[in-house]
């Protein structure tokens, strides 16, 4: 029988902008799967969403007699899964008295979505019970090679990969998968480390150098010359080239050229002009302050290592550099010569030289174009999404201000 799995975004989506600004959090691809399919394979179900109300016309819940709902913010380990299979009806599982998960039915969901009163929930709180959360767009890479281990486990257990064509240079077979239609010729696979996964149609050109972790997702390229150091996710319909360290791109985004790019998160339907760099070091060496939204400033992360969150629909002309923990917000284009400021607003246009705003006209028009060459629709829900996210983010985007003051 299968499971009805609701995943809800917590106060913690807010933290995860500008990625969460287009999507639920359960919809973030972190290992090779989003979290939204993880659930739905640990735990053998389809998942829907309780998520922002503009999200919810592309995002929408279902509701079934009986209901598992589960934090959007955390994945699934052995024991979490298990902990969750034995929760009885209006039960729920805590960590610090955050909900992680709980078991509702149709009655309690009707009062809940009409803002009735419901039965308390009896609440467990967890202790000692590992489980990866992303409360911070960097712990999606600093958490993906853990999470790329599960993941690869979870997909290949007990499958036999395709055949790897002797043309290439391996260290450690047994941790390589390829997914039927996988091409990989005359390139260096080191596995040692972490596994690497090879997905539908992907394609590793000659002369690439990988190191695991990887997971190269359905119809992804790495193009000739590439050298990929792990963990990196690279999601569906992706053209990578150049060098990647411990970096995820969500899917159908292009880094095409030479260039570098490391601990950054990139949305989808992005894409960076050749030679384009990210700093993901400072020189003092000290740690990394990011934009946060929620707090409308910047905020130390803590890290050390920390380069560019990206996004989706963000693009970059050519030699474009990126400084250490740069954050650039859903439908921007960036050029120029020199380094852009390390908060770029949602609906920018332009580069360190100055700004304007990336008008809804345009970005509509390239939005279809470019989902189009993937056979994809731009669909007048997404064009709802633009619509709000630009209106939501108009506070950021000072020089409107200033022309109107």
């Keep these: 029988?299968?499971?009805?799995?609701?995943?809800?975004?917590?106060?913690?989506?807010?933290?995860?902008?500008?990625?969460?600004?287009?999507?639920?959090?359960?919809?973030?691809?972190?290992?090779?799967?989003?979290?939204?399919?993880?659930?739905?394979?640990?735990?053998?179900?389809?998942?829907?969403?309780?998520?922002?109300?503009?999200l919810s016309e592309k995002f929408p819940i279902h509701i079934e007699e009986d209901n598992i709902i589960i934090n959007g913010s955390a994945l699934p380990s052995p024991y979490l899964v298990r902990l969750i299979k034995?929760?009885?009806?209006?039960?729920?599982?805590?960590?610090?008295?955050?909900?992680?998960?709980?078991?509702?039915?149709?009655?309690?969901?009707?009062?809940?979505?009409?803002?009735?009163?419901?039965?308390?929930?009896?609440?467990?709180?967890?202790?000692?019970?590992?489980?990866?959360?992303?409360?911070?767009?960097?712990?999606?890479?600093?958490?993906?090679?853990?999470?790329?281990?599960?993941?690869?486990?979870?997909?290949?257990?007990?499958?036999?990969?395709?055949?790897?064509?002797?043309?290439?240079?391996?260290?450690?077979?047994?941790?390589?998968?390829?997914?039927?239609?996988?091409?990989?010729?005359?390139?260096?696979?080191?596995?040692?480390?972490?596994?690497?996964?090879?997905?539908?149609?992907?394609?590793?050109?000659?002369?690439?150098?990988?190191?695991?972790?990887?997971?190269?997702?359905?119809?992804?390229?790495?193009?000739?010359?590439?050298?990929l150091y792990g963990a990196n996710t690279i999601g569906p319909h992706c053209k990578i080239g150049g060098e990647v360290s411990n970096s995820i791109f969500m899917g159908y985004s292009n880094k095409g050229h030479e260039g570098y790019i490391g601990n950054s998160v990139i949305g989808e339907w992005c894409n960076f002009g050749a030679d384009s760099n990210t700093s993901n070091l400072k020189n003092d060496y000290g740690e990394v302050k990011l934009w946060n939204y929620p707090a409308g400033r910047f905020l130390s992360s803590g890290e050390q290592f920390l380069g560019l969150i990206m996004g989706d629909h963000s693009k970059c002309g050519i030699n474009t550099m990126f400084n250490t923990g740069t954050v650039v917000g859903v439908f921007c284009n960036i050029f120029g010569a020199g380094y852009p400021r390390n908060f770029i607003p949602s609906f920018s246009w332009g580069g360190k030289q100055g700004f304007s705003t990336y008008q809804l006209v345009k970005t509509s028009k390239v939005a279809k174009k470019v989902m189009a060459r993937r056979n994809i629709e731009f669909s007048k829900a997404d064009e709802n999404i633009l619509k709000i996210v630009a209106d939501a983010t108009s506070e950021y985007r000072t020089w409107d201000k200033q022309k109107t003051s």
């Excluded at 359960?26 to 998942?47: D, F, M, S, T």
Aim: net charge negative.
């Design 86 to 227: 034995e929760l009885g009806n209006n039960e729920a599982l805590l960590q610090d008295g955050e909900l992680i998960a709980g078991r509702l039915d149709s009655k309690q969901f009707d009062n809940l979505m009409k803002d009735r009163e419901i039965e308390e929930l009896k609440g467990f709180e967890l202790t000692d019970t590992p489980f990866i959360q992303i409360n911070t767009p960097w712990d999606i890479f600093k958490f993906n090679k853990e999470a790329l281990i599960e993941d690869f486990e979870l997909l290949t257990k007990g499958r036999k990969s395709q055949s790897l064509s002797t043309t290439n240079r391996v260290i450690n077979h047994g941790n390589i998968f390829l997914e039927e239609g996988a091409n990989v010729e005359f390139s260096i696979l080191n596995a040692k480390d972490a596994p690497i996964y090879i997905g539908a149609n992907a394609t590793i050109m000659e002369g690439a150098m990988i190191r695991g972790g990887l997971a190269l997702c359905d119809n992804a390229i790495v193009k000739m010359g590439a050298k």
């Design 1 to 54: 029988m299968s499971t009805n799995i609701i995943l809800f975004d917590s106060d913690n989506r807010e933290h995860l902008l500008p990625l969460t600004f287009t999507r639920p959090t359960g919809e973030i691809r972190v290992g090779i799967l989003k979290i939204k399919e993880k659930w739905e394979k640990w735990l053998n179900g389809k998942a829907s969403y309780i998520t922002q109300d503009y």
